[in-house]
């Protein structure tokens, strides 16, 4: 005579470890070999419970049947459940798959370093009120020369330092035209900002480029004065370099802005400390600045006695050398895309 | 510019700031300071060694065998292979324990058999200098055991000072003094010469006009344009030799080689005043000094002793018959001091800066003298300049001086500079009363005086003539002397300006955004390209590939993938928006400029990933992409014929929607316009030129509310019907009920005849206002199957 509690723990048991042996198996052999263990019609172990079934009183068995039954289902289902699990999962041959394998990829795309910095520089003046303004490449030398201040006698207007096209046709060598064309076709309050290419007669080496980017900004209205250029370049600064940025002015020389000024940057590698970045001053030279000299304005055409203004000048090569640390200005123009990759914001 | 440190010390008495603070200062004038190099730091362990005896090597002929004073008790054994060493000099002399600049440290050796117990030392092996013709005699007397850059006055600093072209008053030590001198408040004074006599100022004679004589020697200049002013004065009986050590340690601390007391005088007073001089030969030059332009043919062997060809627009100084200088640029040769001169001609003159900048570009000679009068020299110290070089000249070399003889005109004075208060406070946004504007401008030597209550009238003292010319010119003055730190920085309200952003940059960020989104990588590049690929030529390129300016983009960029080829990349992804150029088309003569973008690609659609077998990009990759690029242009894409550089029957173009203008073209590049590896795969490119397009608007239409109903047709469509204008004709015979037609499987084979292909379209019909009944949509496509078939031959599949 079988035991009626006998059964049950035996059911009890199979359904329990039948569960863990379905979970544990990793493959699709290996649930197959599970289902004949428990399910199978000859020597699975429902099987073999079920055959004591026929020592149970009459009474007993239709509810032992019954949970025989439940039991096989419970089986049943589990099985079918992991085996469509494991098909999902799994290529082919039924291999666990590992997840640690390199996800589908898309090619990373990326901006150029350069244009991105001038992007940032843009996106920090556009709060100041700064729009864009654009220019010709290729200038005359009354627009790159002679009306910022600069006779043709300076040195940069020199065959050998500037690239001619034809007599009095040159690529500019700075993006202040802009400056010029601007105000001649726009009456003040002028707040722009110019990027662009430049060329300059420099071979190219470590920190030369006969061709690189400069960026212009311009500024001029009634009533603005020193004050105004210094308050919108350190605003600049702390925008662009983060919010302790500090800036210094140091007077300098440009034909085409007096009083001039170099602006200086704490140091973007150590802070100001000193570093070699910075030669161990703590401050970074970024830009040339300055009152617009009144010539520049007859020059253009405004009025030097009603109107005043700020312009600034910078080299968005350098602050990208600077910010990503690049050591070599050629590597910005070789197009390399080893290098270029590096500026994806993809993995 | 090289400052010495000690010298501007003499020069700003009570100075108390250490180099690194004075150059801290400098920058914040504008002088910014290079490096401060310490000179004689490293030559601590030198001492001052005088040769008592100095003989024969017994066992090398070129060695000497020296016993050397260096101060201690018992003189020392020291073996010198120097040619020059002398007994009873004076040397510097190294000890045995000490440490020379280049980490070398003298150790007690045997020579060839001699005990040498220390070194005597070259300017070269001091750091000096680099002679090495022998070791460095000292001139004058020392006391030996004393440290050598004492004894020498050598424990000094040199500033590398960096100038701006606008200040030429700052090649100089007196002109870099006085700066320091104003900001500390102290005063700047000229130094007493050590061994000077005391000297009468010699007696200048001239009365402005263009000739003049003194002590037997005539001047005359032909041309007082490029020559205003030159004086000339006669030293007689001096004895040229070294000069001594306080001088020639001073010229060396200031980065100069010094050659003999005549010339080092002159370097002096140039380093000191700014104030180029030269000194002649007398007896070599004559009795006639002319300034005149030099004649067709005429030549001069320079100081430098290469023979220069000279050319009629250059200014000479010549004596009755030949050219014995440059003016402005060097000295010839034949008239050079040399150590058997004894009466010299000292000049001071001033040239023109243009005729200087004109010689010195003809014949690329470019020195001290030249490019002090390229930007300007003090024309009123060019008196105090012969008189100091002559005492200094009689102090190191003796010689008795004549009178000076005084040629030209001279410049006039220019009108004095009226300075607005109310303009300084509108140019500077910070208000400076006439008191302030005084106190700021007179210690640089302008001469300032209050003029009614409101402007303030100033005399430009004539070492700042070459920048100081209007009254913005003194506001950079005061905001210099205030101290650009000291203004405020505080942002004020702005009026926004009037113009608007140009719309191609927004156009450029639309296309870089999404270029980048599909993951290509953007180049950046200069305009240059060779001559094949331009049309507008550089009148002096750098490079013969870089002689033109590019007419389009592509051709460079497909250099670059062969860059990148060359590098072992495969698939690569580029772009360009960069600008072309065309030749001139207007009066100006200014190239035709054009803003373009770029794509090149070739390589795998995506990264390999073992989840799908690698695919190419291919053409319909580049018609996804031109369509999208089209889209943000306003342009379609057309089938294109092909060209130079993309292959037929694999190319599109783009045109403009508004008026079927052709913007760009794009397409499979030829095999062999790229240099490619046997395994690069097809190589495909669009170039398209950018105009301002408005970006495109988008408007809402309602969601349909009624069920589509879907057909299918397979059609049977011979070969020389494009599958557009199959579905064109669909759309046109289905009429508005039809949503949307779209091929969706192309298929030819068995069971297909030759010359036709099986292309699968899905129509999708809807009705906004009821739902299609089948009969309805069956009638509709039936209409397009009759359509299809009359109008081009086209059948449904069995």
Same mark, same amino acid.
């Given at each position: 005579?079988?035991?009626?509690?006998?059964?049950?723990?035996?059911?009890?048991?199979?359904?329990?470890?039948?569960?863990?042996?379905?979970?544990?198996?990793?493959?699709?052999?290996?649930?197959?070999?599970?289902?004949?263990?428990?399910?199978?019609?000859?020597?699975?172990?429902?099987?073999?419970?079920?055959?004591?079934?026929?020592?149970?009183?009459?009474?007993?068995?239709?509810?032992?049947?019954?949970?025989?039954?439940?039991?096989?289902?419970?089986?049943?289902?589990?099985?079918?459940?992991?085996?469509?699990?494991?098909?999902?999962?799994?290529?082919?041959?039924?291999?666990?798959?590992?997840?640690?394998?390199?996800?589908?990829?898309?090619?990373?795309?990326?901006?150029?370093?350069?244009?991105?910095?001038?992007?940032?520089?843009?996106?920090?003046?556009?709060?100041?009120?700064?729009?864009?303004?654009?220019?010709?490449e290729?200038?005359?030398?009354?627009?790159?020369?002679?009306?910022?201040?600069?006779?043709?006698?300076?040195p940069?207007?020199?065959?050998?330092?500037?690239?001619?096209?034809?007599?009095?046709?040159?690529?500019?060598?700075?993006?202040?035209?802009?400056?010029?064309?601007?105000?001649?076709?726009?009456?003040?309050?002028?707040?722009?900002?110019?990027p662009?290419?430049?060329?300059?007669?420099d071979?190219?080496?470590?920190?030369?480029?006969?061709?690189?980017?400069?960026?212009?900004?311009?500024?001029?209205?009634?009533?603005?004065?020193?004050?105004?250029?210094?308050?919108?370049?350190?605003?600049?600064?702390?925008?662009?370099?983060?919010?302790?940025?500090?800036?210094?002015?140091?007077?300098?020389?440009?034909?085409?802005?007096?009083?001039?000024?170099?602006?200086?940057?704490?140091?973007l590698?150590?802070?100001?400390?000193?570093?070699?970045?910075?030669?161990?001053?703590?401050?970074?030279?970024?830009?040339?600045?300055?009152?617009?000299?009144?010539?520049v304005?007859?020059?253009?055409?405004?009025?030097?006695?009603?109107?005043?203004?700020?312009?600034?000048?910078?080299?968005?090569?350098?602050?990208?050398?600077?910010?990503?640390?690049?050591?070599?200005?050629?590597?910005?123009?070789?197009?390399?895309?080893?290098?270029?990759?590096?500026?994806?914001?993809?993995? | 510019?090289?400052?010495?440190?000690?010298?501007?010390?003499?020069?700003?008495?009570?100075?108390?700031?250490?180099?690194?603070?004075?150059?801290?200062?400098?920058?914040?004038?504008?002088?910014?300071?290079?490096?401060?190099?310490?000179?004689?730091?490293?030559?601590?362990?030198?001492?001052?060694?005088?040769?008592?005896?100095?003989?024969?090597?017994?066992?090398?002929?070129r060695?000497?065998?020296?016993?050397?004073?260096?101060?201690?008790?018992?003189?020392?054994?020291?073996?010198?292979?120097?040619?020059?060493v002398?007994?009873?000099a004076?040397y510097?002399?190294?000890?045995?324990?000490?440490?020379?600049?280049?980490?070398?440290?003298?150790?007690?050796?045997?020579?060839?058999?001699?005990?040498?117990?220390?070194?005597?030392?070259?300017?070269?092996?001091?750091?000096?200098?680099?002679?090495?013709?022998?070791?460095?005699?000292?001139?004058?007397?020392?006391?030996?055991?004393?440290?050598?850059?004492?004894?020498?006055?050598?424990?000094?600093?040199?500033?590398?000072?960096?100038?701006?072209?606008?200040?030429?008053?700052?090649?100089?030590?007196?002109?870099?003094?006085?700066?320091?001198?104003?900001?500390?408040?102290?005063?700047?004074r000229?130094?007493?010469?050590?061994?000077?006599?005391?000297?009468?100022?010699?007696?200048?004679?001239?009365?402005?006009?263009?000739?003049?004589?003194?002590?037997?020697?005539?001047?005359?200049?032909?041309?007082?344009?490029?020559?205003?002013?030159?004086?000339?004065?006669?030293?007689?009986?001096?004895?040229?030799?070294?000069?001594?050590?306080?001088?020639?340690?001073?010229?060396?601390?200031?980065?100069?080689?010094?050659?003999?007391?005549?010339?080092?005088?002159?370097?002096?007073?140039?380093?000191?005043?700014?104030?180029?001089?030269?000194?002649?030969?007398?007896?070599?030059?004559?009795d006639?000094?002319?300034?005149?332009?030099?004649?067709?043919?005429?030549?001069?062997?320079?100081?430098?002793?290469?023979?220069?060809?000279?050319?009629?627009?250059?200014?000479?100084?010549?004596?009755?018959?030949?050219?014995?200088?440059?003016?402005g640029?060097?000295?010839?040769?034949?008239?050079?001091?040399?150590?058997?001169?004894?009466?010299?001609?000292?000049?001071?003159?001033?040239?023109?800066?243009?005729?200087?900048?004109?010689?010195?570009?003809?014949?690329?000679?470019?020195?001290?003298?030249?490019?002090?009068?390229?930007?300007?020299?003090?024309?009123?110290?060019?008196?105090?300049?012969?008189?100091?070089?002559?005492?200094?000249?009689l102090?190191?070399?003796?010689?008795?001086?004549?009178?000076?003889?005084?040629?030209?005109?001279?410049?006039?004075?220019?009108?004095?500079?009226?300075?607005?208060?109310?303009?300084?406070?509108?140019?500077?946004?910070?208000?400076?009363?006439?008191?302030?504007?005084?106190?700021?401008?007179?210690?640089?030597?302008?001469?300032?005086a209050?003029?009614?209550?409101?402007?303030?009238?100033?005399?430009v003292?004539?070492?700042?003539?070459h920048?100081?010319?209007?009254?913005?010119?003194?506001?950079?003055?005061?905001?210099?002397?205030?101290?650009?730190?000291?203004?405020s920085?505080e942002?004020?309200?702005?009026?926004?300006?009037?113009?608007?952003?140009?719309?191609?940059?927004?156009?450029?960020?639309?296309?870089?955004?999404?270029?980048?989104?599909?993951?290509?990588?953007?180049?950046?590049?200069?305009a240059?390209?060779?001559?094949?690929?331009?049309?507008? =030529?550089?009148?002096?390129?750098?490079? $013969?590939? @870089?002689? !033109? /300016?590019?007419r389009?983009?592509? %051709?460079?960029?497909?250099? +670059?993938?062969?860059?990148?080829?060359?590098?072992?990349?495969?698939?690569?992804?580029?772009?360009?928006?960069?600008?072309?150029?065309?030749?001139?088309?207007?009066?100006?003569g200014?190239?035709?400029?054009?803003?373009?973008?770029?794509?090149?690609?070739?390589?795998?659609?995506?990264?390999?990933?073992?989840?799908?077998?690698?695919?190419?990009?291919?053409?319909?990759?580049?018609?996804?992409?031109?369509?999208?690029?089209?889209?943000?242009?306003?342009?379609?894409?057309?089938?294109?014929?092909?060209?130079?550089?993309?292959?037929?029957g694999?190319?599109?173009?783009?045109?403009?929607?508004?008026?079927?203008?052709?913007?760009?073209?794009g397409g499979?590049?030829?095999?062999?316009?790229?240099d490619?590896? =046997?395994?690069?795969?097809?190589?495909? $490119?669009? @170039?398209? !030129? /950018?105009?301002?397009?408005?970006? %495109?608007t988008?408007?809402? +239409?309602?969601?349909?509310?009624?069920?589509?109903?879907?057909?299918?047709?397979?059609?049977?469509?011979?070969?020389?019907?494009?599958?557009?204008?199959?579905?064109?004709?669909?759309?046109?015979?289905?009429?508005?009920?039809?949503?949307?037609?779209?091929?969706?499987?192309?298929?030819?084979?068995?069971?297909?005849?030759?010359?036709?292909?099986?292309?699968?379209y899905?129509?999708?019909?809807?009705?906004?206002?009821?739902?299609?009944?089948?009969?309805?949509?069956?009638?509709?496509?039936?209409?397009?199957?009759?359509?299809?078939?009359?109008?081009?031959?086209?059948?449904?599949r069995?």
């Amino acid at each position: 005579m079988t035991d009626t509690t006998d059964l049950d723990r035996q059911l009890d048991a199979l359904e329990a470890e039948g569960l863990a042996a379905i979970e544990a198996a990793a493959t699709a052999a290996e649930l197959d070999a599970a289902r004949i263990r428990l399910l199978g019609r000859k020597e699975g172990r429902l099987t073999s419970i079920m055959r004591g079934l026929g020592g149970l009183s009459p009474e007993a068995r239709p509810a032992a049947g019954a949970k025989a039954n439940r039991v096989k289902q419970v089986l049943s289902e589990a099985l079918d459940a992991r085996e469509a699990d494991l098909s999902m999962e799994g290529p082919g041959d039924g291999a666990r798959t590992d997840l640690s394998l390199p996800a589908r990829r898309d090619w990373a795309g990326a901006q150029h370093p350069v244009t991105r910095v001038i992007d940032e520089i843009c996106t920090v003046l556009a709060r100041l009120g700064f729009t864009r303004a654009r220019g010709p490449e290729a200038e005359t030398d009354w627009y790159n020369f002679t009306a910022l201040n600069t006779p043709l006698d300076h040195p940069a207007a020199d065959m050998h330092d500037t690239f001619y096209l034809a007599p009095g046709v040159l690529l500019r060598s700075h993006t202040s035209p802009v400056q010029i064309r601007t105000m001649q076709s726009h009456q003040p309050p002028i707040r722009i900002v110019a990027p662009g290419m430049v060329y300059r007669r420099d071979p190219f080496d470590a920190s030369h480029a006969p061709g690189f980017d400069q960026l212009e900004g311009l500024a001029v209205d009634e009533g603005i004065t020193f004050v105004d250029l210094k308050a919108t370049l350190a605003e600049f600064a702390r925008g662009m370099f983060g919010e302790d940025a500090r800036v210094r002015f140091r007077p300098s020389y440009f034909p085409f802005t007096e009083p001039s000024a170099e602006v200086d940057v704490s140091c973007l590698i150590c802070g100001g400390g000193g570093c070699s970045a910075c030669k161990g001053t703590g401050w970074i030279e970024i830009m040339g600045a300055g009152m617009v000299h009144p010539s520049v304005f007859e020059h253009a055409g405004y009025d030097p006695e009603r109107y005043t203004g700020f312009a600034f000048g910078m080299g968005p090569g350098r602050i990208a050398m600077l910010r990503y640390g690049i050591p070599d200005i050629r590597l910005l123009y070789d197009t390399d895309i080893r290098f270029l990759q590096q500026f994806s914001d993809l993995p | 510019m090289n400052i010495s440190y000690r010298w501007l010390q003499e020069l700003v008495p009570g100075l108390q700031l250490s180099p690194e603070q004075v150059a801290e200062r400098l920058a914040m004038l504008g002088a910014p300071v290079d490096e401060v190099v310490p000179v004689g730091a490293q030559l601590g362990d030198i001492v001052i060694g005088r040769v008592i005896e100095a003989r024969r090597h017994p066992n090398a002929d070129r060695l000497s065998l020296c016993v050397v004073d260096a101060g201690a008790s018992e003189p020392l054994q020291v073996v010198c292979g120097a040619p020059n060493v002398t007994a009873g000099a004076f040397y510097p002399f190294a000890p045995v324990g000490a440490t020379l600049p280049d980490g070398m440290v003298i150790r007690k050796a045997k020579i060839r058999g001699e005990v040498s117990q220390g070194m005597l030392c070259s300017a070269r092996e001091l750091n000096l200098g680099r002679e090495h013709d022998g070791i460095l005699e000292l001139h004058g007397e020392f006391e030996t055991g004393r440290r050598f850059i004492d004894a020498v006055g050598l424990d000094d600093a040199r500033l590398v000072v960096d100038i701006t072209p606008n200040r030429p008053d700052l090649l100089s030590h007196v002109g870099v003094a006085r700066e320091i001198a104003a900001d500390t408040g102290l005063e700047m004074r000229l130094s007493d010469l050590p061994d000077a006599p005391a000297l009468q100022p010699p007696v200048l004679l001239g009365d402005g006009s263009p000739e003049s004589a003194a002590d037997g020697v005539t001047i005359r200049i032909e041309d007082t344009r490029l020559c205003p002013r030159y004086i000339g004065l006669v030293i007689r009986g001096v004895k040229v030799g070294p000069s001594p050590e306080w001088l020639a340690s001073r010229l060396r601390a200031a980065g100069l080689r010094p050659i003999s007391n005549v010339v080092d005088a002159t370097n002096w007073v140039l380093h000191e005043l700014g104030q180029p001089l030269h000194a002649f030969d007398l007896q070599r030059l004559g009795d006639q000094v002319v300034v005149r332009r030099a004649r067709t043919g005429e030549s001069i062997v320079t100081l430098d002793d290469v023979e220069r060809k000279l050319t009629g627009d250059m200014l000479v100084i010549a004596d009755a018959d030949r050219p014995v200088a440059v003016a402005g640029v060097m000295g010839g040769a034949d008239t050079e001091v040399q150590h058997d001169t004894r009466d010299i001609l000292l000049e001071c003159a001033l040239f023109d800066a243009a005729a200087v900048r004109g010689a010195r570009r003809a014949l690329n000679l470019s020195t001290d003298a030249s490019y002090r009068f390229e930007r300007g020299i003090d024309t009123d110290s060019m008196e105090t300049a012969v008189v100091r070089a002559a005492q200094l000249i009689l102090a190191t070399a003796g010689g008795t001086p004549g009178e000076g003889a005084v040629a030209g005109p001279g410049l006039p004075s220019p009108e004095p500079v009226r300075l607005r208060l109310a303009r300084v406070a509108r140019v500077l946004g910070e208000h400076f009363d006439a008191a302030t504007v005084e106190r700021h401008l007179r210690p640089l030597g302008f001469d300032a005086a209050a003029a009614g209550d409101d402007a303030v009238v100033v005399n430009v003292p004539a070492h700042r003539r070459h920048d100081v010319a209007r009254e913005e010119d003194l506001i950079e003055e005061i905001a210099r002397r205030h101290g650009y730190d000291n203004f405020s920085d505080e942002l004020r309200p702005f009026r926004p300006g009037t113009v608007p952003t140009h719309p191609l940059f927004l156009l450029e960020d639309r296309l870089r955004r999404m270029l980048v989104a599909r993951g290509f990588l953007e180049a950046h590049t200069a305009a240059f390209a060779p001559a094949p690929d331009g049309d507008v =030529a550089l009148l002096l390129p750098l490079a $013969a590939t @870089e002689s !033109r /300016l590019r007419r389009a983009l592509l %051709p460079g960029l497909l250099r +670059r993938c062969e860059y990148n080829f060359a590098r072992g990349a495969r698939s690569i992804r580029l772009f360009e928006l960069g600008t072309v150029f065309g030749p001139p088309a207007n009066d100006a003569g200014l190239p035709v400029e054009e803003t373009r973008l770029a794509v090149a690609v070739t390589g795998l659609r995506r990264p390999a990933h073992w989840t799908e077998p690698d695919a190419e990009f291919d053409i319909w990759d580049l018609k996804a992409l031109m369509r999208e690029l089209g889209a943000a242009l306003g342009l379609g894409v057309e089938e294109h014929a092909g060209n130079e550089l993309l292959d037929d029957g694999l190319s599109f173009r783009l045109v403009s929607d508004d008026n079927g203008e052709v913007r760009g073209r794009g397409g499979r590049v030829r095999p062999g316009v790229v240099d490619a590896p =046997a395994w690069a795969g097809d190589i495909w $490119a669009v @170039e398209i !030129r /950018l105009d301002a397009v408005p970006q %495109p608007t988008v408007r809402y +239409r309602p969601l349909p509310t009624q069920p589509a109903v879907e057909r299918d047709l397979a059609l049977l469509v011979p070969d020389a019907v494009p599958a557009a204008a199959v579905a064109a004709a669909i759309s046109s015979a289905a009429g508005s009920l039809l949503e949307e037609v779209a091929a969706f499987d192309v298929y030819s084979g068995p069971g297909v005849a030759d010359g036709v292909r099986s292309i699968a379209y899905r129509l999708r019909f809807r009705a906004g206002d009821r739902t299609l009944t089948d009969d309805e949509v069956d009638e509709l496509v039936n209409r397009v199957l009759q359509r299809l078939l009359n109008e081009m031959g086209v059948r449904q599949r069995a």
